[in-house]
């Protein structure tokens, strides 16, 4: 229950915080702390406020108006001409990224799910061993893998394909972890217990009951992997040729290194840019809940 | 790592007992096995395989075929100057911008934790935004931000060139530290929440300031999580691609093997695909051992 309650806790600092008995702090440290927490905040937010800034602007303005203000509003002309270039190929991207960041989260977290629950929940010679090889997988990190990922669709003549991203991001050693570290701790051997007396089986047990009281958890794996998968560039940029299948971070990168010899696309870089992450940053928001989850339960010790 | 200690301590009469539910058991760590095996594993064993090889060809126009060549590659590893310069590049990168995103990110944990700021839950989010910002679009956007023209703060690129061979690499270390600084903030700030708040209130009754709490009692109990951060920044550091490959847009002081990874890419599309497979199996194992001294290192400072 141990990431349960901390979240709670989380969720609740800042009133404990403001309740907190204690000395007053003095003005001076408390301008202090908010004059330096103050200047970081422009720092991390001034650019994606530029971005929005630059996505409403047309090609002329762009250079020829102050960059942090409104010149005239062309946000929706903007996206209207990037929805039409090149047969609306944008979207294409964006629902490919959709497609393998979300199908491949979804799989990684259900199938991950299952291994740390039975990890776990059962005992059986060989345990240990499937754990410490799964845990050494969290090292090895996703992009050491890709050249070798490479080789081996290539010899099943796989790469430039759909296959090519999405079957090897259903693998979530971490998911494998954490599932098992919260399986341990929230599901409860009576309950368990209590479902094979009702005459339930196994698998049925884990799609029924087990899976309700580790839902937090994998609220957390497929976040973490959904993200991982979206930011995933080294795949994608050494499996993909055809530009039809290519996730929205690498078509924008494709359209970003021709901006030399086509200048118009450097609008729908900016607009693609900003739409992207518009979704991605308030999904962030709304669960940051469970971001605090996973990441406490990563330094778990 | 901690877990498979504990989960090992199990009573031994267990052992001896019958294994219950094999069926059960199968069925649940098949699938995972299976793709691991497949994805994980049996990538690792072919890149070994594949980094042993030589190409040989019979005359200067005969068709290529694959032998063994022991360790070949490995030696072309050794010899390739371009390699270990880019080495060197991310290992320098990583002195300097690992511990200053480090530093940023437990001086913000600990404002957060503080009763001194005001306005908490606004700062946490605003600091993990850039999270949510994947490398190539993080690096699209700043190197817009960099470039002379098109900055909105022209006065000062036009003075001082990001771009320049002298200054790009660390144009690219405030890119990686943009996105990563809240996500390691939100770590070290959950380790500080996991903090009993009894231990400030003896702390407070001995006299001990905000600033001294932090230094002698909150810092030291965050260790771990400072460390665990730290081993992914390593990890991350000696992994670079997306931010300095779309840089390679903007300025032409990156050249096409400017980090490791690059190298393995270029190398792969030339195609040379049995030294990239060398080279990707000995970052690798770079990357194995950094991340593995470091944790040793930081374990033995804490036994003392």
Same mark, same amino acid.
Do not use: D, G, I
């Given at each position: 229950m141990s990431l349960l309650t901390r979240t709670a806790g989380a969720t609740a600092d800042d009133a404990t915080a403001s309740g907190r008995k204690g000395p007053r702090e003095s003005l001076l440290s408390r301008s202090a702390a908010l004059i330096v927490m103050g200047v970081f905040t422009l720092y991390f937010l001034l650019p994606i406020w530029w971005l929005f800034i630059a996505s409403t602007k047309d090609r002329g303005q762009l $250079?020829?108006?102050?960059? $942090?203000w409104f010149a005239d509003f062309k946000l929706f002309e903007n996206i209207g001409a990037l929805a039409s270039y090149g047969d609306g190929i944008y979207f294409r991207w964006l629902l490919n990224s959709l497609g393998y960041a979300g199908l491949g989260a979804l799989l990684a977290t259900v199938v991950a799910s299952m291994a740390g629950y039975a990890l776990a929940k059962y005992r059986f010679p060989g345990r240990e061993l499937f754990f410490n090889v799964v845990l050494g997988g969290v090292l090895v990190p996703a992009t050491a893998l890709a050249l070798p990922l490479f080789l081996l669709f290539s010899q099943v003549n796989l790469t430039n394909t759909y296959w090519a991203v999405l079957l090897p991001s259903i693998v979530s050693p971490f998911g494998v972890y954490l599932s098992r570290i919260y399986a341990a701790a929230s599901v409860p051997d009576e309950l368990i217990e209590a479902s094979r007396l009702d005459g339930a089986g196994e698998v049925r047990t884990f799609f029924t009951v087990s899976v309700r009281l580790m839902t937090p958890a994998l609220i957390t794996v497929f976040l973490f992997q959904f993200v991982a998968i979206w930011n995933n560039f080294f795949l994608p940029l050494i499996m993909l040729r055809s530009e039809e299948f290519f996730p929205v971070t690498y078509g924008l990168y494709a359209w970003n290194t021709q901006l030399n010899q086509i200048p118009e696309l450097r609008t729908y870089v900016l607009v693609g840019s900003l739409l992207s992450i518009i979704p991605l940053i308030i999904t962030f928001l709304l669960l940051q809940r469970f971001w605090r989850n996973g990441l406490g339960s990563g330094s778990v010790k | 790592m901690s877990v498979a200690v504990r989960a090992s %301590? !199990?009573?031994?009469?267990? !052992?001896r007992r019958r294994v219950a539910h094999k069926g059960a058991i199968g069925m649940f760590l098949t699938p995972f096995g299976v793709l691991f095996g497949l994805f994980y594993l049996l990538p690792i064993g072919y890149a070994i395989w594949q980094s042993l090889l030589v190409v040989e060809r019979d005359g200067t126009y005969g068709a290529p075929r694959q032998v063994f060549g022991w360790f070949t590659q490995y030696a072309l590893v050794l010899q390739n100057g371009p390699f270990w310069e880019s080495v060197g590049r991310v290992l320098l990168f990583g002195v300097v911008q690992v511990p200053v995103m480090l530093g940023l990110a437990l001086l913000f944990a600990l404002l957060l934790d @503080?009763?001194? $700021?005001?306005g908490k839950r606004f700062f946490r989010l605003a600091f993990f935004v850039?999270?949510?910002?994947?490398g190539v679009i993080a690096a699209i956007m700043w190197g817009f931000l960099f470039s002379? %023209? $098109?900055?909105?703060?022209t006065g000062v690129t036009q003075s001082i060139d990001f771009l320049s061979p002298e200054l790009v690499l660390w144009a690219i270390a405030n890119v990686v530290t943009w996105v990563y600084v809240g996500y390691n903030m939100l770590i070290i700030y959950s380790a500080l929440l996991a903090i009993p708040q009894e231990i400030y209130e003896a702390a407070r009754l001995d006299g001990a300031g905000q600033v001294r709490i932090a230094w002698s009692i909150k810092i030291p109990m965050v260790a771990p999580a400072i460390v665990l951060t730290a081993i992914f920044s390593i990890i991350g550091t000696l992994q670079l691609l997306a931010e300095p490959q779309v840089f390679r847009s903007f300025s032409?002081?990156?050249? @096409?093997?400017?980090t490791p990874n690059m190298t393995v890419y270029a190398t792969n599309s030339i195609p040379n695909i049995n030294l990239a497979a060398a080279f990707s199996v000995v970052l690798a194992l770079a990357t194995f051992v950094l991340s593995f001294a470091f944790l040793k290192l930081t374990q033995r400072k804490a036994d003392r």
């Open positions: $250079l020829t108006t102050p960059s $942090l | %301590n !199990r009573p031994p009469k267990e !052992r @503080s009763p001194a $700021l005001k850039p999270y949510a910002v994947p002379p %023209n $098109l900055s909105p703060f032409s002081a990156v050249s @096409s093997t400017f």
